[in-house]
C-alpha cells in the first residue's frame, strides 16, 4: 500500500466519519425500513472500465468504519490494471450496512480510480525522460489527501501537500513583495523568525526573472511559468542543476512530452486532480 505522509490514520478516519456524515446523517432509512437488522449480504466492485483501479485500502476502512464486522476479500490492489467486467473484491456482513456505506465507497473509488487511470497514461508519456509529474493544490476541497493518494498510486509525485509545508513564492507574492528579491529575502526572515526549516520555491515567468533568481540565490525550486519551449531551454541551461526545475502552466497531454525534452525536472499539471473523468464502478449484490 502506498502510504505518503499525509495518509495518517487519524486524517483518514476523521475523513470518513465527516463524509459518513454527511450521506447517512441520522441513518439510512431506505436499508433500515426495507431490510430486516440480521439480513446476510455479499456484494462485489464490478469494473465497468478500463484503467487503473485506485482506493482500495480506503474502500475496507470506510466498511469496517460503518460496520467493523464487514469482511473485505481483495481480488485487485490499488495500482493494478483493471479490465471491464472483473471484480475488484467482495464485501460481506450484514446487508444494511454494506448499503449504507455503498455510495462513500463508490463516490471515492471512481474518482480515485480516475486520477490514478490518467497519471498512469501521462507518467508513461514521460518515460525515457528524467522528468516527474507533479499534482497541484487544484484539488477538491476536504478530499485532498484521497486525490493526492490516487496520483501517487498512479506513479506520479506530490508537490506540497498545502500552503503550511513549503514556501512557494508565485507572481502575486513577487509582486505584492516589491520583486523577486523582496520576495526572497522577506521568506527567509520570516522562516528565521518562526524557526521553521522549509523548502523555499519561486515562481519565475521570464529569463529576466530567472536570471535575477540565480544572482539573488536563497531557494530550492524555480517553477517556469507559462514560458516557451525556446525559454524553457534557455532557463534549464542558465540555472545549469544549481536549482531544482519545474515546468507549470497551460501544460497539455500535447506538450507534456516537448516540455520534458527540454530537460526540466519536475512538470506539474493541476488538471491530474480538476478535470479527471471517473471511473465507471459499480457494487452489485450477489443474490
Known amino acids: 500500500m502506498i502510504s505518503p505522509a499525509y495518509l495518517t490514520e487519524e486524517a483518514i478516519h476523521l475523513f470518513i466519519q465527516s463524509a459518513l456524515g454527511e450521506d447517512i446523517g441520522e441513518g439510512d432509512h431506505s436499508s433500515l425500513g ?4 440480521n439480513t446476510p449480504c455479499k456484494a462485489r466492485l464490478l469494473v465497468k472500465d ?3 483501479i485506485a482506493g482500495l485500502s480506503l474502500a475496507e476502512k470506510i466498511f469496517q468504519q460503518v460496520d467493523p464486522a464487514l469482511q473485505v476479500t481483495y481480488f485487485k490492489h490499488d495500482g493494478d490494471l483493471v479490465h471491464r467486467g472483473e471484480v475488484a473484491f467482495e464485501v460481506t456482513g450484514q446487508a444494511q450496512s454494506i448499503l449504507s456505506a455503498e455510495r462513500l465507497v463508490l463516490n471515492c473509488m471512481q474518482r480515485m480510480s480516475g486520477i490514478a487511470t490518467h497519471t498512469k497514461a501521462l507518467c508513461q ?3 525515457g525522460t528524467s522528468t516527474k509529474l507533479l499534482d497541484t493544490r487544484k484539488t477538491t476541497p476536504n478530499f485532498r489527501a484521497m486525490e493526492k493518494w490516487a496520483v501517487a498510486i498512479g506513479g506520479g509525485q506530490n508537490h506540497r501537500f498545502a500552503l503550511y ?5 508565485k507572481d502575486n507574492h513577487i509582486d505584492m513583495a516589491g520583486g523577486v528579491q523582496k520576495a526572497i529575502e522577506n521568506a527567509h526572515r520570516y522562516l528565521k523568525e518562526k ?8 515562481e519565475v515567468r521570464n529569463l529576466k526573472e530567472v536570471e535575477e533568481v540565480i544572482r539573488v540565490g536563497g531557494v530550492d525550486t524555480i517553477m517556469l511559468d507559462n514560458m516557451s519551449l525556446n525559454d524553457m531551454r534557455k532557463s534549464v541551461h542558465l540555472i545549469n542543476g544549481k536549482y531544482k526545475t519545474e515546468a507549470s502552466g497551460g501544460i497539455t497531454e500535447n506538450t507534456l512530452r516537448a516540455v520534458a525534452e527540454t530537460g526540466v525536472d519536475f512538470i506539474s499539471m493541476g488538471a491530474l486532480t480538476h478535470s479527471t473523468k471517473s471511473l465507471d464502478l459499480s457494487l452489485k449484490v450477489v443474490k
Not at 509545508?165 to 513564492?169: A, E, K, S
Request: hydrophobic fraction near 50%; charged fraction near 35%.
Open 125 to 127: 508519456m514521460l518515460e
Open 195 to 202: 524557526n521553521k526549516d522549509l523548502k523555499i520555491e519561486i
Open 34 to 37: 426495507a431490510i430486516p437488522k
Open 165 to 169: 509545508d513549503m514556501v512557494m513564492l
Open 50 to 52: 478500463e484503467g487503473v
